[in-house]
């Protein structure tokens, strides 16, 4: 199970230019500390769409380096901030998030770039993307990413703000586990 929980979670990392992400619209690499705000932004306000207010812990933000078509690194890489929704999302409830973060990212203009019964992701005018994926044991994610200037680390900021929960086995345990009636 942890096994399935890592590969919906590090999915998105491992495409590295997905069709959310900024890379994918060809947009030049931006510096990482701008790009950082920028994620948080993105991140905290999709989240802050829900109504009602879910309960998250966020990763660390995470550096991959991009590869030309001769997987020379090109001196890019694509940072991106992952916050994982620990409040369980039923499975009648989830066309409901979904539909309130698409409508939160037309509003504001952006173009939405994913939509299915388990995923939505939109782009900004910047090309930074965004994404909300729901997995298959119903943990929801919000990632979102940028194509930077390659910081040379893969945690260029650090460790995640606060740990994440950690699972029996040690690894991080990313499962929702708080009730709430008006997602649960």
Do not use: I
């Not at 890019?76 to 409040?87: D, S």
């Not at 939505?120 to 997995?135: E, H, N, P, W």
């Amino acid at each position: 199970m942890a096994g399935a929980v890592a590969a919906l979670l590090l999915g998105p990392v491992l495409a590295g230019c997905g069709s959310s992400g900024a890379a994918a619209g060809g947009g030049s690499a931006q510096a990482a500390d701008l790009a950082r705000g920028r994620l948080q932004e993105l991140v905290d306000g999709t989240t802050s769409a829900l109504t009602p207010a879910v309960r998250f812990a966020d990763d660390a933000f995470r550096a991959v380096p991009h590869e030309n078509a001769r997987r020379d690194n090109d001196g890019t890489a694509q940072l991106t901030l992952r916050r994982y929704v620990l409040t369980k999302v039923s499975e009648a409830n989830r066309p409901r998030l979904l539909e309130q973060v698409r409508a939160y990212w037309t509003g504001r203009g952006w173009t939405l770039t994913e939509s299915s019964a388990f995923a939505a992701g939109a782009r900004t005018s910047d090309g930074t993307g965004v994404t909300v994926t729901v997995g298959v044991p119903g943990n929801v994610t919000v990632a979102a990413t940028a194509r930077v200037k390659d910081p040379g680390a893969t945690e260029p900021f650090g460790p995640a703000p606060s740990p994440l929960p950690t699972g029996p086995d040690g690894g991080p345990d990313t499962l929702p586990r708080f009730t709430d009636p008006g997602w649960s």
